[in-house]
């Protein structure tokens, strides 16, 4: 259930926040084969967030700036971006790589990973999407979880402590990895990618919980034809060539 909300979600919200030369514009989406994972999904996205960027990034960066992100979902793995990792337009020195694993608790693995991709120094860093702020500027009272109640599966709103009692629940564990190896930017720009990673997990999961009631009914079969017109429909208000 979980997926369908996790693709009607992302197809909503990126038309929701693309217009005209800003947003997501698909130029990729079709089925993929792993050897080790099996069946899954691969999609290549341009990130167009010129405005989108704090006024000293865009002292750094051209007028049209776009990130390109590659992801390969194998549910319940995904990756995004590979080891050429999730670039820039204009920045080769700058890489986010993004590990994910989906499990049906309320987030108490530890180590779910194994990965070498773990070196050094790192943060363990737990969101709850019905207490943790988020910016101002994507507050909405309906997508409240605090508020939200569900009419077709009574699920909501969430109370302190919804994380030990509630069911069903799932937890979306990441590995997230940011480089920027430019001197006198790296940490300033790193530390600002992992916030912005944090908020947009936020707002998505938030948005899944409050927008329920449009996906639950939804076969994955249903959820994908309604992820192909979002993308044609997004393409268009981005004014993209891409099918």
Not at 36 to 44: D, L, S, W
Not at 108 to 137: M, Q, T, Y
Not at 219 to 242: D, I
Request: proline share 5%; aromatic share 12%; charged share 25%.
């Amino acid at each position: 259930q979980y997926r369908v909300g996790q693709l009607y979600t992302i197809s909503k919200h990126s038309h929701q926040e693309s217009e005209k030369g800003e947003g997501v514009e698909v130029v990729k989406n079709e089925p993929h084969e792993d050897p080790v994972h099996g069946p899954g999904q691969f999609t290549e996205k341009r990130v167009h967030l010129s405005s989108k960027l704090p006024s000293w990034a865009r002292a750094v960066t051209p007028r049209i700036f776009y990130i390109t992100e590659k992801a390969w979902n194998y549910y319940p793995y995904t990756i995004t971006a590979d080891n050429h990792s999730l670039q820039c337009s204009f920045l080769p020195k700058f890489s986010i790589y993004i590990e994910t694993k989906y499990e049906d608790n309320c987030g108490d693995s530890e180590n779910i990973f194994h990965s070498d991709k773990i070196l050094g120094d790192h943060e363990v860093s737990f969101l709850d999407i019905a207490f943790d702020e988020i910016p101002e500027r994507y507050y909405r009272s309906l997508e409240d979880p605090r508020f939200f109640s569900s009419a077709k599966t009574g699920r909501g709103p969430l109370r302190e402590g919804w994380r030990q009692h509630t069911k069903p629940i799932m937890c979306s564990y990441k590995l997230v990895s940011v480089k920027f190896e430019v001197w006198g930017l790296q940490t300033r720009v790193e530390q600002f990618v992992h916030k912005v990673i944090r908020d947009i997990l936020l707002i998505g999961h938030r948005q899944a919980f409050a927008w329920v009631d449009e996906w639950c009914d939804m076969s994955l079969e249903e959820v994908r034809a309604f992820e192909t017109q979002m993308q044609v429909a997004t393409n268009q208000k981005l004014g993209s060539q891409h099918p």
